[in-house]
């Protein structure tokens, strides 16, 4: 019972005959493995077939899996309403998913559907499963803006979930590969088009899971693929599992990257557990030499065992916040460093900071406070990094396989002092804070784009939303940066 097998399939309109009107037979291999892959899930006769697709209700911060007793759907945005589906959902198993991943604390659940039709990323493999199966409900998932270990994690549950009911389960995952690898294709060409694909099938051959985590955002961006994230939420249902893989076909004479593979569970395999390997290896890089259960016992490292692991840095106050962002990522618990470890300004005075995280040359999460609110710059420093990192409101909260690409800044402000007019300001030398009764608003200084005082306090007073009307005192601050 529970996972019987996975696949893994794209999903053109116009493979639909009644679409693509003559242009699907560009795709005949890929339409023979689709074909195939329709007999083996025959085959299998499951109960219950998941879905999950990168065209269903996406949020940011939440694993969308469609509510109700079912869904109908068409391909009328295609031109072909004629092409219909009315699929029942296994309520049971879906709700088993839901309860379980809100105890594993992982954001999925049925809220939030603004469209019930079923779309275009379930319906296609549907299209080729139904002409040769027609039992068995459906689960579909949306993916979501987390990162790649919260897809992999909620594949886990679904299986546990699968395997508590005892039911017989096929999952799908529906994706395209890179959008760009031709120069005639609609999205043109780039180098990274053909790298995504050709690493992509490689690890399927393999079934070498863990090698996913690897795949950077920026060379996902870059490759514009589709399904990256319902891989490798497939691949969590195998996880612990021994799996026997084939890739039936790859086409790319669209422009677009098409790929087929199979993975069937073949009993138990305590080297495959790669969520908690990847962890594993992340703690062993980023908080050597301390293990789960020193971490456990003590709450306790010293920042210079692993600073000269990591990026370089060798400015203590970055170094400080890197390690709390990476203990907190990887343990959840608030990194606790002693006295002696640390510069003595660091411990004996107060300030307010800032720390300010980017990726990729994009800011990634920037949480501060203009006052000191705890005994010491240290904690301080602590306290924010941590917020930065999952609080920023602007942002999802960094997952760990990001730790790798992360570019740290931390900035130690001084006393704010007022000030009289914006002649006493200098958007490159002070940060300003603007207030008007409770509402306040600040900006750090010598921000890119940032050029001007005028510029500085409009944006300072949008912040805090200030009206311009309004009248507003003005502070200064200077800070010091660390990067």
Known sequence: MGILATFMVPHPPMIIPEIGKGAEQQITETIAAYEQVADEIAALQPETIIISSPHSILYSDYFHISPGAGA???????????????????????????????????????????????????????????????????????????????????????????????????????????????????????????????????????????????????????????????????????????????????????????????????????????RFKFINQLRSFFLNPINEKETNAKQDILKSDIAKKWNDATDPYVKLAQLSIAHYLLTGKELIVSEDELLPEMVQKEAGTFVSIHKFGKLRGCIGTFLPTTKCIAQEIIQNAIHAATLDPRFNAISPEELKDLEIHVDVLSEPEPVQSTDQLDAKRYGVIVSSGKKRGLLLPDLEGVDTVEQQVAIAMQKGGIDSSETVQLQRFEVIRHQ
């Open 72 to 274: 109908k759907g068409s391909f009328a945005e295609f031109g072909v309403p004629e092409v219909n589906f009315e699929e029942t959902y296994d309520e049971a198993l879906r709700d088993l998913i839901c309860k379980k991943a809100d105890a594993y604390g992982v954001a999925a659940g049925k809220l939030g559907e603004k469209d019930p039709a079923l779309d275009h990323g379930t319906m296609v493999p549907l299209w080729f499963i139904r002409h040769k199966y027609q039992r068995g409900n459906i689960i579909r998932i949306g993916l979501s803006g987390l990162g790649l270990l919260y897809h992999y994690r909620l594949g886990e549950i679904a299986r546990e979930a699968a395997d508590q009911l005892g039911r017989r389960v096929v999952w799908v995952a529906s994706g395209d590969l890179s959008h760009k690898l031709q120069e005639y294709g609609p999205y043109g060409f780039a180098q990274e088009g053909p790298e995504y694909d050709r690493r992509v099938l490689e690890v399927a051959e393999r079934a070498a899971f863990d090698e996913w985590f690897d795949f950077d955002d920026d060379f996902c961006v870059k490759a514009a693929e589709c399904g990256h994230k319902s891989f490798v939420m497939m691949a969590g249902a195998l996880d612990g599992m021994a799996v026997k893989a084939k890739v039936y076909a790859h086409q790319d004479v669209t422009g677009v990257g098409y790929g087929i593979a199979s993975f069937y569970p073949m009993g138990e395999d305590e080297n495959r557990h790669f």
